[in-house]
């Protein structure tokens, strides 16, 4: 078990952690953002025959003068032509045999004859070509693409079932009514839809109380590739996945070099991979976006590493990176940024009136005009 870690020693720990990776078949219609399990080859030729790109005239780039003796649209199979005639076609129609070129419609028959505007068979794309690669991101343009390299349905790989699991004797659901002491839940909703962004299916759990006994029990009860509880993984008296964890778990890594979000913890419970992240929201929150997601998702990443000028001073971490809460926008064709809220790691307010967060390294602080970097989140 290491403990203090840096973020990407955080996630190379977890990476060490592999997660089930099952193949399912899809259609087309349920493939998109899907990640592609196997290469994927055309089973035709792009296109499958040589085809007029514009409206007008199949002709023989030789003749001089030229009589219309038919019509073809895209959908029939080829005409044929011989000397001195021409066949009005239209785009996508396949080539009459003969010709060898096409004049456009607002030429008029007798104008110039073009040698390159016929598509021709096998141009794009090659049968047995490998266009589409294991891992990818099926983007609408690669739906397109599968689609059009004849592949109706495709394998991708089985969406990672990722049980949500706050705790916390203080919890009620937003909606009931709070008693003293009692505050509303809030993480596991914003985890469950951070795990939809990526891709993941969410398996919200109902909060479990402040004992050792609830936890293992609900812990032993789950069926999922990844438990994400939040909150109980600090020093104090009631922390009880970090206790848990220790006693009867395997403990990979405790406390990351990160603020806010200094205290999750990654590990093992009877095999499952399982991050406990800190109960604040705003740790819960980013701990999430710098090391669960690029975990569980790789391919998704929720925000763009960026530098951006400072329009307000930004205080530091000493030993730790500073994710401080940042509003980025253009000015004059640079990325500045600003602060609004209150930086607390309590205040998830933070993370809506903010499009963005610092990543000051260890013990940097940034005056008003400096360049420092950032994650620009979307
Ligand atoms: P903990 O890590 O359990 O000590 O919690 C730290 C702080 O986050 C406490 O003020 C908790 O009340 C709060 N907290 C913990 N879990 C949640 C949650 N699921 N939703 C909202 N606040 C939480
Ligand atoms: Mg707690």
């Not at 790109?53 to 005409?79: K, N, Y």
């Not at 891709?199 to 438990?227: F, K, W, Y």
């Amino acid at each position: 078990m290491e403990t203090f870690v840096t973020i990407e020693r955080a996630l190379t720990i977890a990476q060490h952690t592999p997660l089930q990776s099952s193949t399912e078949w899809v259609t087309l219609n349920q493939a998109h953002n899907r990640i592609l399990a196997e290469d994927l080859t055309s089973k035709v030729n792009d296109p499958p025959f040589d085809n007029s790109a514009m409206d007008g005239w199949a002709v023989r780039s030789t003749d001089e003068i030229r009589v219309e003796v038919g019509v073809t649209a895209a959908g029939t199979p080829p005409l044929e032509i011989k000397l001195g005639e021409a066949i009005r076609i239209m785009t996508g129609a396949p080539m009459p045999e003969g010709a060898d070129a096409i004049v456009m419609i607002e030429d008029g028959l007798q104008g110039k004859a073009h040698t390159n505007f016929i598509r021709r068979c096998g141009e794009n794309l090659r049968q047995g070509d490998t266009a589409l690669f294991t891992n990818q991101v099926m983007t609408p343009a690669a739906i397109s693409l599968a689609a059009t390299m004849g592949h109706a349905t495709i394998p991708v790989c089985k969406k990672l079932r990722v049980a949500v699991i706050s705790t916390g004797d203080e919890l009620i659901p937003p909606g009931d009514e709070l008693n003293e002491g009692q505050i509303y839940e809030s993480n596991s909703y914003g985890i469950c839809a951070l795990l939809e962004k990526i891709g993941c299916i969410p398996l919200q759990h109902e909060v479990v109380n402040d004992t050792m006994e609830g936890l293992r029990n609900t812990l032993d009860s789950l069926d999922c590739d990844a438990i994400l509880t939040s909150g109980g993984v600090s020093m104090g008296e009631f922390d009880y996945v970090r206790k848990l964890m220790e006693e009867e778990g395997d403990l990979h890594f405790w406390k990351v070099a990160m603020r806010p979000g200094g205290p999750p913890l990654f590990g093992t419970w009877k095999g499952t991979p399982l991050f406990g992240l800190p109960g604040n929201p705003v740790s819960s929150h980013l701990v999430f976006l710098m090391i669960v997601a690029p975990w569980l998702a790789p391919k998704f990443p929720l925000g763009k590493e960026v530098n951006v000028r400072m329009k307000d001073p930004v205080k530091g971490a000493p030993g730790k990176v500073c994710l401080r809460r940042i509003q980025i926008s253009t000015e004059n064709g640079e990325l500045v940024a600003t602060t609004h809220t209150h930086q607390g790691s309590g205040n998830i307010h933070s993370m809506v009136a903010h499009n963005g967060v610092t990543v000051l390294p260890p013990d940097t602080s940034a005056n008003t005009g400096d360049m420092i970097p950032a994650l620009w989140l979307h």
